[in-house]
Structures are given as C-alpha cells and as structure tokens.
C-alpha cells in the first residue's frame, strides 16, 4: 500500500496494549486520522519520544487494509512544545483546543486552514505571545467562523438591528438563535448570558481581518472573562458536544 507523508499535530494518545500507541493527529493535507504506533513503548529507535500531545511532526504512515486502522511507520519531530505539556493551564487549553478539532472534524476530511490555525495557536500558547485566555478566544472565534458556526453579535439575531442603532449597553445571549437579542426580542431563559457592546466589539475584531493585529488587541479583565463564559457555552453548543476537557481547563484556570 502507499505511504503517505504529511505535517501532523498530536491531538490525543492512548495506551493500546502493552507496546503500542493510538494517535488522534491532524494532518495538513488529510486531516484528522486515526493511526496505530506499532510497539511505540519500546522502540525508542523508530520514535524516540516524540509521541506526545500537542507535537508538531513529520509523518509517514500507511493505510490500513479494509478498515483497518491506518499505520505509524516514522515520525520525525518539528515542534515539541514541552513547555506546554509540562505546564498544566497552557496544557489544559492545549486539551481543549485540541479535543474540539477532534470532536468536530470528520476523519480524512481536508482542513488545512484548521491545520494552520491550531499550529498557530500552539505555537503561540508555548512561545506566549499573548495570555493563554486571550488566545483561546482567538482560537475559538477563528474555529468556529471557519465552520460557519460565528455567533451573530454585529445584530439582533431576532429582528435584526444592528447593534451599534440600539441604545442598551448589555444584550442576552440565545444560544440555539446563534447569537444576541436585544430588549424588544423575546430569548430563552435556559441559554440565558449577557454580555456588554464592548465584548461583543472585541470578539467581532478576533474573528476577522488581519491575524497580526487580532493578537495585538488588550481586554479588561470583565471583558475577557465575559467573553470566555460566552465562547465556553456557544462552542459546545454549536458543536453538540461538550468536550471533556472543558470541565478540567475551568478547574485548574480557576484555581
């Protein structure tokens, strides 16, 4: 069978056995998959450690037969970021990015802008060049508006208005409408956030336009942590999943 070489992200590793490695990885050209490390354990020669969440690789690996489970036969590393494993906050929202590229990308489907976006923000959270919780809004809002999923914040999702003709200063959030309502508009009680203009202002300059000046944006701590309640509960709820490790990134952020 023909091998196939391509740039690959570790986005999750688990045990299989007592020799080998299944590796969630999305790759640049045919995103995610679902490989086998064949005696990855003790073969320090053929993978000398390398193995790890969130490392950026070189790989080549072989198609399984039927369905059978796609191969590992080399890997060669580009980016370790140790420094992000080996630190529990960067590596809990390294989790979270991660497991929601996982959780929404169909295997074998190609996303290489979802490629560039999440090696930019790994590459970013080891390197920090900006606070972790700034760029995982930025990572959010550029994730879900590449999957047509932006919340709409620049109008009432209900009648419509633009938000800059409306006078109120805080507007409620309806999730399963995908965005703010104004006072007039009626909204769901269950999905039921507030957030004020000048949230809604930073998160419309994170998902759009130049990412160079995105990064250069500064938020007031209330700002920043309204938004983050907001993007935490319209992620998951677009996606129809809430991944597990949201739970474990609150815990230890909040501690």
Known sequence: MPHIQNPAIVLRRRDYGDFDLILTVLTEDHGVCTLIAKAAKKSTKRFPGILEPFAGLRIVYRRGRGNGMAVLEEATLDRALGGVRSDVVKAAYAGYWSELVALWLEEGQARPDIYRLLAYALAALGEGRLPDAVLSLLFQMRFIGQEGLQPVLERCACCQTAVAEI????FCVDLRRGGVVCAHCPTEREHHLQVTKGTLKQLLWLAGGDLQQAVRLRFA??????????LEAFVPYHIGRIPKSLAFLRQVRDH
């Open 167 to 170: 006078s109120q200063q805080r």
């Open 221 to 230: 701590p209330g700002v920043l942590a309204e938004a983050t309640t907001f």
